[in-house]
C-alpha cells in the first residue's frame, strides 16, 4: 500500500488550458493527471515548509488578476537593500560582522527569499493560467 494518502479530485478545466496540459504530458510523455498534480504540487508547496509570513505572502497571490500577477512575478528586492545585502556579505568574508550587522544581514536574506519566493510563485500561477512566462526566465 502507498504510504501517502491521496484524495480524487473532478476539476472542470477550460478547453484551452487542458490542451496546454496535454500538450505539455506529450512533451514529457507523463499523463495529463500526472502534469497537473505536479502543477498543483509546484504552485502550493507544502505550508510546513514555508514560515507563516511566506505562507501568506504566497496565498495571497491566488487572488490576483493576470496584471497584477505579472507585476509581482517581475518584482525585485529593492536596490537599496540588494546593494545593502551585498555590501554585508563582502564584508562578512572579508573581516565579519556585528551583532547588529549579522541580524540586519538576516533580515535582509528574509526580505530576498520572500521576494524570490513571490516572484517564483506568481510565475507558476501565470503559467498555470496559461500565460507564456518565458520572458521571466531571461529577465534580470
Not at 476539476?11 to 488550458?17: A, C, G
Not at 495571497?60 to 488578476?65: E, F, G, H, M, R
Not at 536574506?109 to 521571466?136: F, H, I, P
Request: net charge negative; no cysteine.
Amino acid at each position: 500500500m502507498d504510504p501517502v494518502a491521496t484524495q480524487s479530485v473532478t476539476v472542470q478545466l477550460p478547453e484551452p488550458l487542458y490542451r496546454q496540459l496535454e500538450r505539455r504530458a506529450e512533451r514529457t510523455g507523463r499523463t495529463v493527471e500526472d502534469e497537473l498534480v505536479e502543477l498543483v504540487a509546484t504552485a502550493v508547496p507544502m505550508a510546513s515548509d514555508l514560515s507563516p509570513e511566506l505562507t501568506e505572502a504566497i496565498a495571497s497571490l491566488t487572488a490576483l488578476d493576470d496584471a497584477e500577477l505579472w507585476r509581482a512575478a517581475r518584482s525585485h528586492l529593492p536596490a537599496e537593500d540588494a546593494e545593502r545585502f551585498e555590501e554585508l556579505n563582502a564584508k562578512r568574508q572579508r573581516e565579519g560582522l556585528t551583532d547588529g550587522e549579522a541580524d540586519e544581514t538576516a533580515a535582509l536574506a528574509r526580505r530576498y527569499e520572500r521576494a524570490m519566493l513571490v516572484r517564483a510563485q506568481a510565475a507558476a500561477l501565470l503559467g498555470g493560467r496559461g500565460q507564456d512566462v518565458s520572458s521571466l526566465l531571461t529577465a534580470a
